[in-house]
């Protein structure tokens, strides 16, 4: 007879690093009590504070052990039921989106006419939605430390990116998934070139658990707190020499094109009426005062022009008003340019919010309807299933999205362009880059959000983009903040909110630029991380049938 004294004693010290987690001599759901909550609100304020804010840029290093007082109560708490985990998770979501996401409230209350009190109250519905998604991390988290003791805590990134991925396919929203915290220091994010912001949320996860794990070990206190500060910093200046090493270099063979934007400072008015007639007038002629300024900045010889307009509350239409279209036309002939602007297309379909190019012949060469429209803004779901919501209009109107990835050929550049809140759905800007865009275009309007932390949160999912596709982004915007993003997410002459400004810039583009990981295979990452975790689950389940 064999006798296996290292596996017995191998799977003695397993279970007596497990029982630590689920001792017997203690109740198998003590109540919560105040350090619970207090690691809850540690947590939700970190995460917080990492996002920009209406006073400026996020406290960004916060996110890197944001997750180190919850990860650490869950690793140390005896036992949490599923009603614990529910209320913590609640608790979790209500700070971190009336933290971060109450500028949504902004346009309901000052052009929907919606009094504030019940704009707010109208907010626990996606807050509660978030917090399915914050509840079932933290009882996955606490499941990983039961079947692996401290080491269940690396189930945490997994879990993490899994979740997040669920909430967007789920909800069809990403808005500030963790890793857009990261936006403002290209360094720590060039991994989303593979991983998109998936990536980067994984990083954050992993910082945090590492410290958690690390403090674990230690009985001292000042100990702990030396590896659960640690930890986080030592991964943290990790990836951000890696990401400067991997800064790209600008191949030989480039050609160029000229970028003019303008930023008029349209004011939006409430109650979806649109603009006054005179309003559109002085308006129309702001425009083509800052065009004609910008433009001559730039030689009209040489590479081609690209002057481009934001998304605008004027409500123009090319296909309604034949004088408009004709000025425009003889304008873009007169300063020889190719001017990008958005207006309301019309087809068969219906109306569509659309970004249109004129020629420096006079021609539309290019038409976008925008596909991905916001809910209540620009469409109002449920209507023909629910009665009543077909006495509701959207906030700008209603339209129909559009079908088509349309890309405008501007001499030898290849732009792809989107409109508003499409940045956060990168499944957009990479369908123009799989079609052989070689320049983004972002053209929005965030003067519907006022001075609050939407247009700063807007400009960061853009930053994204830029890097996940390896593509230039232009990012026009009529009160700000109109930008250039390098494809290494550097944010180049970004204009102040709310004044009128104008930038030119010499855009040189390789070619032919490749396609990033990201570009050819999307998220990837992300599904591998939702089968490795279901995988997890899968394997924790059979080990405690067996025991």
Known sequence: MRIRVGADVRSST?????????SPTTPRTPPLVPGDWACVGATALAFVLAFPSPLGEGVWFLAWGAWIPLLFRMATRVALSLRQACLLGLSLALIIFYG??????????????????????????????????????????????VRWGRAGVFTAPLFWVALEWARVRLTRHGWNLFGYSQASVPELIQIARGTGVFGV?????????????????????????????????????????????ARPEVHPGTFAVRVFAIQPVIPVLGGGAGLRAPDVIESLNRHLRLSEDVLAEGKSDGPPRLLIWP?????????????????LAHFARRYQVYLLLNHLGKSPRGWHNSAAVISPHGTRIAEYHKIRLLEFGEYVPGRGLIPFLEKIPALAGDFVPGRDYTIADIGPARVGTFICFESAFPEIPRAFVR??????????????????????????????????????LVRVTNSGITALITPYGEVRDATPLFQMATRHWLLRIPSPPSLTFYARYGDLFAWLCVAVSLGLLAWGRSRKRRA
Not at 14 to 22: C, H, L, P, V
Not at 113 to 138: D, E, H, K, R
Not at 215 to 234: D, H, I, Y
Not at 311 to 327: F, G
Request: proline share 5%; charged share 15%; with cysteine.
């Open 201 to 245: 949320s994984f990083l954050l996860l992993l910082a945090s658990a590492l410290g958690v794990f690390s403090a674990l070990r230690e009985t001292m206190r000042w100990r702990r707190v030396l590896w659960l500060v640690g930890c986080p910093f030592v991964l943290l200046g990790l990836v951000f020499f890696v990401g400067r090493a």
């Open 14 to 22: 397993a279970s007596a690093e497990r029982a630590k987690y689920t």
């Open 100 to 145: 971060s996401f109450s500028w949504l409230t902004f346009p309901i209350v000052h052009y929907g006419g919606v009094p504030a009190p019940i704009a707010y109250a109208l907010w626990l519905i996606p807050a509660l939605v978030l917090s399915i998604f914050f509840s079932a991390f933290l009882w996955l988290v606490r499941w990983g430390v």
């Open 435 to 472: 079609r052989g865009a070689t320049l983004l275009v972002n053209i929005s309007n965030d003067g519907w959000f006022g001075p609050t932390a939407g247009a700063r949160q807007h400009l960061a999912h853009a930053v994204f983009r830029a890097v996940e596709l390896g593509r230039p």
């Open 311 to 327: 998304e605008s509350p004027m409500n123009l239409s090319l296909d309604e008003d034949e004088a408009l279209a004709a000025y």
